[in-house]
């Protein structure tokens, strides 16, 4: 079974995207096949990994992207999948085993302009037919708007597992300590949709600093994160196994360079990948393989 997992924080700019989508690299290096579902109506995910001119072409055309499935509500998830999303300068496969449901900025229709049945959800109709692919991919990963608004929930319901992209700073804090609240208040809100063969709601297993900037101080931080994980932990309000990542990622030029390229980082050296664990190749390899270890 799929590990269905979102990755929040009320928190904007503390590098979700860029955790999300090297984390799904290198867990496809581990020989996982992994599923990137963009939620985030700046389209940020789908832009890197599928490029400006690929893109373009779903964004002028309106199809093949997720609000479809919504209006006009034609299409299906399985039929979204751009398979073996990552292409090389001249076209071909390059990292097979990674797709993706593509976003576009016609998913901000979701949150204004959208009319739907209040019986049926956004989050219902696409966790329905999430359902059927899920057998197809060992992990499937949300990347999810910094708010629990209609296309965020849509990950929230789905997902398992959550983990919180954060900085060394106290915003990040403050935004860990809301989505935990927002967190209880869907949960609570959308429970009668939830079937047992769902599971239960997903709570927040994992917090994973993210893009440090060299020289800073994060024990501090560090510390004051623990703390708030610690007293939720004994509200009960984040799972019993949340914890503070031991691996964390640095921040690095080559991370932006990656976007320009529409490549995850250890595609863009592979010597480097190879030979060094020295550097933020090695972050990330490290992130997925905590990730991995954190459901044994």
């Known amino acids: 079974m799929a590990r269905k997992i979102a990755f929040l924080n009320y928190k904007g700019g503390v590098g979700k995207t860029s955790l999300i989508i090297n984390t ?34 779903i964004n002028a055309s309106g199809e093949g992207a997720i609000f479809s499935i919504f209006d006009p509500g034609i299409a299906r998830v399985k039929n979204l999948i751009i398979k073996d999303v990552v292409e090389g300068k001249e076209g ?46 060992d992990y499937i990963l949300f990347d999810c708007p910094p708010n629990i608004l209609r296309a965020s929930q849509c990950g929230v319901f789905a997902a398992n597992e959550i983990y919180v992209p954060a900085n060394p700073d106290a915003l990040s804090l403050i935004g860990f300590t809301l989505l935990v609240e927002k967190l209880h208040k869907f949960h609570a809100l959308s429970a009668s949709f939830r079937r047992a063969s769902m599971g239960p709601a997903a709570q927040v297993q994992g917090i994973i600093f993210n893009s440090i900037k060299t020289g800073s101080d994060i024990e501090v931080p560090k510390m004051r994160m623990q703390l708030r994980l610690n007293q939720f932990k004994t509200a009960k309000r984040v799972s019993p196994k949340a914890k503070l990542f031991e691996s964390q990622v640095r921040d690095a030029m080559v991370v932006r360079r990656a976007v ?26 490290r992130v997925a393989a905590e990730l991995v270890r954190h459901a044994e």
């Open 24 to 57: 799904a690299a290198c867990l496809v290096k581990l020989g996982k096949r992994v599923l990137l579902c963009d939620f985030d109506t700046q389209s940020n995910a789908s832009i890197w990994l599928l490029r400006l001119d690929r893109w373009n072409k």
């Open 92 to 137: 071909g496969k390059v990292l097979p085993g990674l797709d993706l449901v593509a976003t576009i900025f016609n998913l901000v229709d979701l949150e204004s302009e959208f009319v739907g049945d209040p019986k049926r959800p956004p989050y219902l109709i696409f966790q329905e037919q999430l359902a059927e692919v899920e057998a197809d991919y």
């Open 260 to 285: 320009t390229l529409g490549l995850p980082v250890n595609l863009i050296s592979q010597e480097a990948s190879d030979e060094s664990q020295d550097n933020v190749i090695g972050d990330y390899k």
